[in-house]
């Protein structure tokens, strides 16, 4: 169970962040202080960049779920996630409930259903640290039941101390540099989703292609766009037409064929 601020316990879980000083115990110590605000199921710190993959700097995760949760995002889902999309932009605040930061089709969309409901989270609070030409995000989530508004209180309270133990954690990393590999399979498949249909498609069709994928509706599309929803679904049955696809989940299943395309 969380312990009161103040506590005892509390108290030593803060001194030992304080104390810390290297990556992995920073990483277990920052871990340990968010047991004492919340109860949760996983926590998980990423660094992202426009021009490169994202680093995972901390995270409470088994071998193997780190596997299908973390190594499995970074391979090309991310791209598609709204909080990547979130932290990459430079007006955003520094936390957000998850599910109040997505598409209103989000959890109807393919890149939903292929991954995150294969995480099986319910909830989950994201604090953001804009650093060094990078954005930290510190993600607090559950895997059952969701966040009351005491917890969210509660963890919202201790931000000032996440902020810091991020900086620190950053700091102590050497995912800080970037691995030219990384780019280049970062800018391999940012260039997949930007022209993702280029060959048949127009450049408005494109745009409402990406925004299909990463959840909108039709009504989301027109706001993003500025156009009609009708202009939007008859581009969408051109589209479809155009690559012989009849559903969105026949378009994800294209669009991730085009990342394993050299």
């Given at each position: 169970m969380p312990a009161q601020t103040g506590s005892r316990e509390w108290q030593a879980a803060v001194a030992r962040l304080i104390a810390e000083d290297g990556k992995d115990g920073l990483s277990d110590a920052l871990i340990r202080v968010i047991d004492q605000v919340v109860d949760h199921s996983r926590v998980a710190m990423l660094g992202?960049?426009?021009?490169?993959?994202?680093?995972?700097?901390?995270?409470?995760?088994?071998?193997?779920?780190?596997?299908?949760?973390?190594?499995?995002?970074?391979?090309?889902?991310?791209?598609?996630?709204?909080?990547?999309?979130?932290?990459?932009?430079?007006?955003?605040?520094?936390?957000?409930?998850?599910?109040?930061?997505?598409?209103?089709?989000?959890?109807?969309?393919?890149?939903?259903?292929?991954?995150?409901?294969?995480?099986?989270l319910e909830d989950e609070l994201d604090f953001f640290l804009d650093l060094d030409g990078a954005t930290l995000v510190?993600?607090?989530?559950?895997?059952?039941?969701?966040?009351?508004?005491?917890?969210?209180?509660?963890?919202?309270?201790?931000?000032?101390?996440?902020?810091?133990?991020?900086?620190?954690?950053?700091?102590?990393?050497?995912?800080?540099?970037r691995d030219a590999s990384a780019v280049s399979m970062h800018e391999h498949l940012t260039n997949c989703f930007r022209n993702f249909g280029a060959s048949t498609l127009t450049q408005r069709e494109r745009e409402i292609t990406q925004l299909l994928l990463r959840g909108h509706s039709t009504k989301s599309i027109a706001r993003e766009l500025d156009i009609a929803p009708g202009t939007v679904m008859v581009h969408k049955r051109n589209l479809f037409a155009k690559l012989g696809i009849t559903s969105q989940y026949e378009l994800f299943s294209r669009f991730i064929d085009t990342l394993s395309t050299p």
């Open positions: 992202f960049r426009h021009d490169a993959p994202p680093v995972v700097l901390a995270h409470d995760l088994a071998p193997a779920e780190e596997q299908h949760y973390l190594q499995r995002y970074i391979a090309g889902p991310y791209l598609l996630d709204p909080l990547y999309q979130l932290a990459l932009k430079p007006d955003k605040p520094t936390h957000v409930r998850f599910r109040e930061a997505t598409p209103d089709r989000f959890r109807s969309s393919e890149y939903y259903r292929q991954y995150c409901e294969r995480t099986h510190l993600v607090v989530a559950k895997l059952s039941g969701r966040f009351s508004k005491a917890d969210i209180a509660r963890l919202v309270d201790a931000e000032p101390i996440f902020h810091a133990a991020m900086r620190k954690l950053w700091e102590r990393s050497d995912d800080g540099s």
